[in-house]
């Protein structure tokens, strides 16, 4: 891809993914004014390019116009690009978008490790990541329901070039759904991993509730555990995380997601390839790698049941 001009992100954003994330971020910027387009990835069909409503922090659902454009229709991205597809569609999405003129950085609002590798330097000059506490679902009325936790750090994991990280946070924050600059980026990134290691793997496994890490303490042992392997891993790589913090944010986001379903048990339910190939399965592969291993076997054995569930769901 061709990435010509430095100093500026352009005027517009461009939300590549019309999921449940995707969407709501760019319903959140549309009904603040800001010029964005949502960025749809698969073919284009009658069924499926219909906008939902969304719900914003318990807000009456509405239908917010936001403009969609196929990605393969667009030879450039004048702005702001926006990942929030899932991290296993990201091979495919690099591979799209090259030969592309982009003139702005890319914000990859992902979950799990390694997932910004195929749009490393010097596909994009300048690659931001952001870490999400939100959580979001559609019901079954279609409403998509999206309630923020906290605002969300964006911070740089590459760049060539001037960085563009305060201008770019700037353009993407709404009250609605609110981002700010982190300068340890990398800590936040491996602290949510961990955290979406514990629930991406035990809640679709159960098939219960975010809310189930503060009701049933047995689960909750379960969650520590996997806190107890993949944090000696985050040291390895020399990040101070301890295990009491991680835990203290299971908790947090427990306690305030009664009722909403984790993002891999709706794929699972729906069908959908999942993300855990970034999250438990990425932790076990670096507790492998490293030297000497750091055993990391209830993570990923957690992750290896949830990969064989979604190829069985998945399965014609």
């Not at 835990?247 to 984790?262: A, D, Q, V």
Request: with cysteine; hydrophobic share 45%; aromatic share 4%.
């Amino acid at each position: 891809m061709e990435n010509e001009s430095e100093g500026s992100t352009g005027d517009a954003v461009f939300v590549i993914g019309g999921g449940a994330v995707g969407f709501s971020l760019a319903a959140a910027l549309a009904k603040e004014g800001r010029q964005v387009s949502l960025v749809r990835t698969r073919p284009r069909s009658s069924a499926g390019d219909a906008l939902p409503q969304v719900s914003f922090g318990g807000e009456p659902a509405e239908l917010v116009p936001v403009e969609t454009v196929q990605l393969e229709e667009l030879s450039e991205l004048n702005g702001i690009v926006v990942l929030a597809v899932k991290s296993h569609a990201n091979a495919a999405v690099a591979a799209t978008l090259a030969g592309k003129r982009i003139s702005g950085p890319l914000v990859i609002l992902q979950n799990g490790l390694g997932v910004e590798r195929p749009f490393a330097p010097p596909a994009f000059r300048e690659v931001l990541r952001g870490v999400l506490y939100m959580t979001s679902q559609m019901t079954p009325e279609g409403v998509v329901e999206f309630r923020q936790i906290a605002s969300s750090p964006i911070g740089i994991v590459a760049s060539s070039t001037t960085s563009q990280l305060e201008e770019c946070v700037s353009m993407l924050s709404t009250p609605r759904f609110a981002f700010h600059v982190h300068a340890e980026i990398a800590r936040e990134v491996w602290k949510k991993t961990i955290v979406n290691a514990a629930f991406n793997s035990i809640c679709p496994l159960l098939g219960v509730d975010n809310g189930i890490f503060v009701r049933d303490p047995a689960v909750a042992e379960l969650a520590s555990a996997v806190v107890q392997e993949c944090v000696p891993l985050a040291r390895a790589a020399g990040l101070d995380l301890t295990e009491q913090e991680v835990m203290e944010r299971i908790l947090k986001i427990s306690g305030g997601s009664t009722g909403i379903l984790i993002s891999t048990l709706q794929d699972l339910l729906a069908g959908r390839e999942t993300e855990i190939e970034s999250l438990n399965l990425e932790l076990a592969r670096l507790g492998a790698a490293a030297e000497p291993p750091l055993p990391v076997s209830a993570t990923g054995m957690l992750g290896r049941l949830v990969l064989a569930k979604s190829r069985l769901r998945c399965e014609p």
